[in-house]
């Protein structure tokens, strides 16, 4: 019988770390978080949860269009926001237009502030760093109030489809 203890004992380790490194795996692959504002809204709105894959940015810089999961640079949670302009690019929001590298971008399912005309830049984004903003810019912080984000503080990319 002493063996039959050993192959539990062994099976149980063995089954113990396969969970744990699965669970570390996914830590740094994909991680569920949960939109605490509205600032993405109709694409996300609070409340929603959302996957966030940690692997390809750490192949590729983030693309214009993209909805990222930035870290917060005033601190607290972390921030879903759409890049809408990358390093060497120049941004500027005209009577509530988007404009990247003096070219109208149609906003995807973005909502302007409808009482307000926004102005905002023209601004140069630094090399390997980006501008983001809210889907709801009357509801959003974002590049406009904390300026252009570094690449490194992008935890991941959205999966909308989650």
């Not at 002493?2 to 699965?22: D, E, H, K, V």
């Not at 921030?79 to 237009?97: C, F, I, T």
Request: proline letters at 6%; charged letters at 25%.
């Amino acid at each position: 019988m002493p063996s039959g203890r050993r192959l539990a004992r062994g099976l149980t380790t063995g089954l113990a770390c396969f969970a744990l490194l699965a669970a570390l795996a996914a830590r740094f692959t994909v991680e569920p978080i949960l939109v605490t504002s509205s600032s993405m809204r109709p694409t996300l709105a609070a409340g929603d949860r959302v996957l966030v894959e940690k692997v390809t940015y750490r192949f590729r810089a983030p693309h214009r269009g993209e909805v990222v999961v930035i870290t917060d640079p005033h601190g607290g949670t972390p921030l879903v926001k759409r890049v809408v302009a990358v390093g060497g690019d120049r941004v500027e929001l005209n009577s509530g237009v988007l404009l990247v590298n003096d070219r109208v971008v149609p906003d995807r399912g973005a909502q302007p502030d409808a009482e307000v005309a926004e102005f905002f830049g023209p601004l140069d984004v630094p090399a390997e760093h980006l501008f983001v903003l809210g889907d709801n810019r009357a509801e959003s912080d974002d590049s406009r109030e904390f300026g252009s984000v570094d690449e490194r503080r992008v935890i991941g990319r959205v999966w909308l489809g989650a």
